[in-house]
């Protein structure tokens, strides 16, 4: 039987390079994109031909809206595993950010999330082990001077994990977070060469991380080699935060 996972943000960095471990480990994935339609169909054709025994779906849904959790538990069905990769960066000293930058972040991060893992719950509690895997931040862990907002609701992930850890435990629901440092991605493009050369001095590894590192630890953790976890923010940094 084809195991289904559901990755939302498929068509970012991070979730492209984790639906395609995931693919290649032989599970079949609901692509969620919000605006990036050409980017998760191309996906799709990619993951299609290499896997031909696997199943891929595009779903659209956007979390900014109120509804974007219902709409996007329509759209899918027999999900063993959820992997949360969406978000958008706010790169904004909290006098600059306003109730509607606060509440979209919200509805990104936390409330959309957290609603569709509510709606899809049964599916979930269908298999005898399920996952719930959400892709926080070390701004999660430590906070940023410059994304206040931003680290609030990467912490609130984090809260929400080891919450619903505990409660979803009962049904076989394993709930974990991975917590990466700087990771080469778009969202981190915006950045000047040389900020980016004063956070590698601080990374006592000297290097950033790439996408493949985030997603070759999604799949330990969805893998079953991990099924006495629970509860855990991993840290992937690069030391940069222990």
Known sequence: MKRYAVILGSSGGIGEAVSRKLAADGWSLYLHYNSNAERAT?????????????????????????????????????????????GQSMLKLLTDTSSSDMDELWRV?????????????????????????????????TGAAGEVMYSAVKGA??????????????????????????????MNGELSEEDKQQVIDQIPLQSTGQPE??????????????????????KLNGGWYI
Request: glycine share 6%.
């Open 42 to 86: 191309e996906l799709k054709r990619e993951l299609t031909q290499k896997y031909p025994d696997c199943s891929f779906q595009i779903i659209q849904s956007d979390f900014s809206k109120q509804d974007g959790a219902v709409k996007l538990a329509e759209q899918v069905g027999h999900v063993q595993a959820i992997i949360v990769a969406l």
């Open 109 to 141: 991060h936390m409330q959309n999330p957290a609603m569709f893992i509510s709606l899809a719950s049964p599916q979930l509690r269908s298999h005898p082990i399920s996952y719930v895997l959400f892709i926080g931040s070390i701004w999660g862990n």
């Open 157 to 186: 992930q984090h809260a929400f994990v080891k919450a619903y850890a505990k409660e979803a435990a009962y049904t076989g629901t394993r709930v974990n977070a991975i917590a990466p440092g700087w990771i080469e991605t778009e």
């Open 213 to 234: 590192q985030v997603a070759d630890l999604a799949s330990f953790l969805v893998s079953g080699k991990a099924d006495y976890m629970t509860g855990d923010i991993l």
